[in-house]
């Protein structure tokens, strides 16, 4: 394959072309909104192109595809009960990035996260480097840098749209809105009858004034035949605080995880419907020198739900006994917001949901629901607009 000219002229003009090609298909699209994200994504934008400088024009036309995935969320929770405060988050989330395919294994990411809170005074809350390696074959994919997860897609309801779609006791679903941006390392599987999640997120480094933290998590599920479509399931969760390199707090652990059987039942008037249980156990140390004190807990989750031409309706019933889980939703916890145990907790929910695709790269879902927290009744409603779509860079031609 002939490579391009590394004369320096010649060097200098093929980036500044890429660069140009980039800059001016983020200001058509998005004209106002990103171009102060653009004044700081000049040097992630040339060090992706200097990681293709070495192959033809032809080659890196095909390889390189700037990509924007935007969520805009609302997400109003009316909770008046002792577990859990209610809120209101309202916003949007926007990545931009260029994906550089070296082949058809290898992926190269860089680009910027941005999370805008609407009637905030800062432009973003957040503004942050996407950064990323995806290493890949037909059936797994590694990744470090910056994960997947947040906000992937519409139409799985708001009981499955946690950052990578554990049950709500092991982490509540409003952390994709909340803390959308993950990084650290990642392995996924896909295949027909197995698929699996798994992955370490760093939240926090240890310095003289925190305790690192990161949580690190598996979601995986198995097809079996009885008869029936059946999948053996099994999750697990982990938060840890610590670190060695300064001693600025407690060192602590909250994990709850267990196995779990979906049935997909026989469809009849609807698309789909399934029903699932899962047995989880927790425990939750805030501090490891106290450990005698930690608490463990057991949990019965059970679901149901029912598809049929884009609406989806699901009901939840929840058991547990001094069941405690950093970054669980609180609904189902037994610790309540003043820091006393309730022992026995039920807890109830019913949703219906509604998607639309009014394009093919724009996904919409409407969703409600009803809750009751042991003798407490409350309901929530969420919206949730997905845009996701590449443009293909044209890489400018040697003279």
Known sequence: MASISTTPGATRDLYHGLLDSFLEAITNVFPKVT???LKLSRPLVLAGILAVSSVGPAAAQDRIAFVVDMTFYGDNTEFFNPWREGETLLGTEVRLFLDIDFDAHVTLRGGLFGDHRFGDDQNFENVRPVLALHVKNDVTRFIIGSIESGTRQVGLGPDRLGPHGLLPPLQRESLAFSRPDEAGLQLTFDTERFEQDAWINWQQLNTDQNREVFDTGVRGQLGIALGLPV???????????GGQLFD???????WAGGPGLIVELPAGVFDRQT???HGLVSRDVPDRVMAKD???GFGLFTRYAAE??????HVIAWRARDFVKSE??????SLREDRRLTSLRHYFEAGLTRTFYPAEEVGLEFS???HRVDIHHDYSFRIVAKVDFDIPLKVPQRP
């Open 328 to 333: 669980g939703d609180e609904n189902y916890g």
């Open 308 to 313: 049929k031409g884009g609406w989806r309706a």
């Open 248 to 254: 600025s707090g407690p060192v602590g652990d909250s």
């Open 231 to 241: 999948w053996l399931s099994y999750q697990f969760h982990l938060v840890h605080q």
């Open 275 to 277: 029903a699932e249980v």
């Open 368 to 370: 409600a629901r009803v």
């Open 35 to 37: 171009m102060s994200l």
């Open 294 to 296: 930690a608490d463990t």
